[in-house]
């Protein structure tokens, strides 16, 4: 299972950014989503989720601000993020909980669910 992110960067307070996550090696339409962040010297939080039956779920430091989707024929996951302050300045980590696997070949295999991780993007809100 790889998960890739992207769509990070330096923004001013008060502006907005969007970051995707491209996910493959899963049946992604199955899996919830969800978007980590985790500042300097504090421990990882979840932002966001999104089941996958839609269902979606947001911090409350996030909600009115933040909107989570997934797009299953693309098999992507994005966070618009609106009326950023400082305080959302993180790296932001794409994630899915998942028992399920598919390789290159079309093999599936299946083991105890568990995390899977993007590498992270990074988001700056200047004051």
């Known amino acids: 299972v790889q998960l890739q992110a992207f769509g990070g960067g330096l923004v001013q307070a008060g502006g907005s950014l969007r970051l995707s996550c491209a996910v493959s090696?899963?049946?992604?339409?199955?899996?919830?989503m969800a978007w980590y962040r985790q500042s300097p010297g504090k421990q990882r939080e979840l932002v966001a989720n999104?089941?996958?039956?839609?269902?979606?779920n947001y911090a409350d430091s996030v909600k009115g601000r933040f909107t989570i989707s997934r797009d299953n024929a693309e098999n992507t996951v994005s966070l618009q993020m609106n009326s950023l302050k400082p305080e959302d300045t993180a790296v932001y980590y794409c994630?899915?909980?998942?028992?399920?696997?598919?390789?290159?070949?079309?093999?599936?295999?299946?083991?105890?669910?568990?995390?899977?991780w993007g590498r992270g993007t990074l988001v700056t809100v200047s004051s």
């Open positions: 994630n899915t909980n998942t028992g399920w696997e598919v390789d290159s070949h079309g093999v599936i295999s299946t083991f105890p669910s568990r995390d899977f």
């Open positions: 999104i089941a996958d039956n839609g269902r979606t």
């Open positions: 090696g899963t049946f992604f339409s199955r899996v919830p």
